[in-house]
């Protein structure tokens, strides 16, 4: 697999590009003409550059307006492209993409295209140059590859082919089988991205939202099945036009990009495993059985109060490290791990974002295979000197830098709760009916949100829902959620923008991303929640407006709405089914415990509750530098 990313596609200067495109591990670069034209430099120098970065230039993007036009505009039109010529030369590179004119003075015709490239194609084979045609979706006279190809084939001659953009095809619904029959020595590139689906004007669509594949919500694995089946194997390339990631960090993006063409190529050889595909070996995607454990770093104050939370919420300490200043704390299938340990990567993690949940383990067939597919997507795999005796349990980092564990049969879960820990004498049994992780609720900021989906869709075997707005009073959060397709394995990615929001102010006052959020199932809320008030736990209180409010809006009898607001317990309703959420007061840096049960077949979050707990527990953040009431 030869892959390319277009300079466009990232922030920075050409110097910064190259290096982000390079760390990245792509094979070639495009060069955007405007990225050339603001730099200080010559085509020379920027084709060395590109040389020491270790990266071919595959292109040299776009040339506008060519063909079909009268003359003297037509005259003018090949001057300017010998003077690109010159440039290419320089460059080191042998392709221009020519894009289908949008000139108003332009005229159409296939025949009269077809000899100005017949023509183009003449002058750039005596400079031993190829010239590629790709149809936009807004073109004056051609928007569809068919037209484009057409015009290729009259053209006829070797330095003339076509360029295949997955925007422009799936944009304009062509029908995907047309490109089968391209020839593959015709098909001179494939540019690729990917968009969500926006009623808009093509041209704005295109200029400002496109996203690397599997961001978005087109068929570019179609696409690309329709591609891989002509045998064509040249560069994959990325061109994205994204004003948020024109802002972002180039190096994240860069790997964004490599990892989106690793895991779709991957996907279509899956699919078409006939076609003779070039792809990177790796296991299938991960699938995740169950959230094992959830870990907090902190500090032995810290460690008190988390103490005091989950003895509320029901959980006991049955186990602590054997080496370790770790204490393991169990309800049901629920467990939650507390590291106040002076060394190793759990205490930094504490020394930078404070008290904080910053590692998960999930339960998989094979650990192994989970590590090997992460590394060849791109990830950081986590290492970390363990004691003797004591179990090596795989990771990787995640999200604003915490970590992911992956236990199996072979490394745990049992063998990790036999052979790292020791039993403590049993407490008080306060069993509250929680039984099992209902899902783990990522915060980052908005910029990564695309990030981590494309993190979470490419490694697990799992499906993105729709991206919902959560109205915070201070702003929308922007949520997608994950989800296995059993449902035992969920997590919901929330981006903010700006830190007046609840997400907000969990980033700034953690220093960055991480798990903010975690809902514990149970099989009778009204059953717990009595529990819970019995073991002391106060809930977070909600307004008694909101309660009038659901028991008008969804009818409901008298006596359900009482009990919902005895318990201030929270409620929703979909086609499927019902939901009833009970959340504890945010900890002092929003860190948040929910409490669920779902009946039926409910499959949403409760998002439409969001702005009534948000405000309840603004209630309670106490402004900064204040003490504790």
């Not at 960055?512 to 529990?531: K, P, Y």
């Amino acid at each position: 697999m030869k892959t390319s990313i277009a300079t466009v596609s990232i922030a920075g200067d050409l110097a910064e590009k190259f290096a982000a495109i390079s760390a990245a591990r792509f094979d070639a670069v495009e060069i955007f003409e405007n990225d050339f034209l603001a730099f200080d430099g010559s085509p020379r120098d920027v084709g060395r550059m590109a040389r020491d970065a270790g990266l071919e230039i595959a292109l040299f993007q776009p040339f506008r307006d060519f063909e079909g036009l009268p003359e003297p505009q037509r005259g003018r039109a090949f001057d300017r492209a010998e003077r690109k010529f010159d440039v290419m030369a320089e460059l080191g590179t042998d392709l221009m993409l020519v894009c289908s004119s949008v000139s108003p003075v332009s005229l159409g015709g296939v025949d009269r295209a077809a000899a100005d490239f017949r023509e183009l194609g003449e002058r750039a084979e005596k400079r031993g140059l190829k010239v590629g045609y790709e149809a936009l979706a807004w073109g004056r006279h051609v928007w569809d590859h068919r037209d484009a190809w057409e015009i290729v084939r009259r053209a006829d001659h070797p330095s003339i082919g076509v360029i295949l953009d997955s925007f422009h095809t799936l944009a304009r619904k062509i029908d995907l089988s047309s490109i089968r029959s391209i020839p593959r020595d015709k098909i001179f590139i494939v540019q690729l991205a990917d968009a969500p689906k926006i009623d808009m004007d093509l041209l704005y669509w295109s200029r400002h939202f496109r996203n690397m594949p599997g961001e978005g919500d087109l068929p570019v694995r179609a696409f690309m099945q329709a591609v891989a089946a002509t045998g064509y194997d040249g560069y994959l390339s990325l061109e994205i036009f994204n004003d948020q990631f024109r802002g972002g960090s180039a190096k994240a993006i860069a790997a964004d990009g490599h990892r989106s063409l690793v895991w779709l190529v991957d996907q279509v050889k899956r699919e078409e495993p006939s076609l003779d595909i070039d792809a990177p070996a790796m296991p299938d995607r991960v699938p995740v059985k169950a959230v094992e454990f959830v870990e907090f770093a902190t500090n032995r104050a810290g460690a008190l109060e988390l103490a005091r939370l989950f003895g509320a919420l029901g959980f006991r300490q049955t186990a602590r490290h054997v080496s370790k200043d770790v204490a393991l704390y169990r309800q049901g299938g629920v467990n939650l791990v507390v590291n106040t340990d002076r060394d190793g990567f759990a205490h930094s993690s504490f020394v930078v974002h404070g008290t904080s949940a910053y590692a998960m383990a999930l339960r998989v067939g094979n650990a192994a295979a989970a590590i090997e597919r992460a590394r060849a997507l791109g990830a950081e795999v986590f290492d970390q000197a363990v004691a003797s005796g004591e179990l090596k349990i795989p990771a990787v980092r995640s999200v604003g830098g915490g970590l992911i564990y992956f236990v199996d049969d072979a490394s745990g879960p049992g063998r990790l709760w036999e052979v790292d820990f020791r039993p403590v004498e049993a407490q008080a049994d306060g069993d509250a009916g929680l039984t099992c992780v209902d899902h783990v609720g990522l915060t980052m900021g908005h910029e990564e949100l695309s990030t981590w989906l494309l993190f979470c869709v490419s490694l697990f075997e799992a499906t993105k829902t729709p991206m919902v707005d959560v109205v915070d009073p201070a702003g929308i959060v922007r949520s997608q959620a994950i989800e296995s397709l059993d449902k035992r394995f969920r997590l919901t990615l929330n981006g903010a923008e700006n830190r007046r929001t609840l997400a907000g102010h969990f980033l700034a006052e953690t220093f960055g991303s991480g798990i903010q959020h975690l809902a514990l199932a149970c099989d009778d809320i009204f059953a717990t929640a009595a529990r819970l008030a019995e073991s002391g736990f106060a809930p977070l209180a909600i307004s008694p407006n909101y309660f009038d409010d659901v028991e008008a809006r969804f009818g409901l009898e008298p006596d359900l709405a009482d009990r919902l607001r005895a318990g201030n317990i929270l409620y929703d309703r979909d086609e499927q089914g019902e939901f009833f959420q009970l959340y504890a007061p945010a900890l002092e840096h929003g860190f948040i415990f929910e409490i669920v049960e779902r009946r039926g077949g409910y499959q949403g979050y409760g998002a439409a509750n969001a702005p009534f707990r948000i405000a309840a527990q603004k209630r309670l953040m106490r402004p900064k530098g204040m003490p504790r009431a």
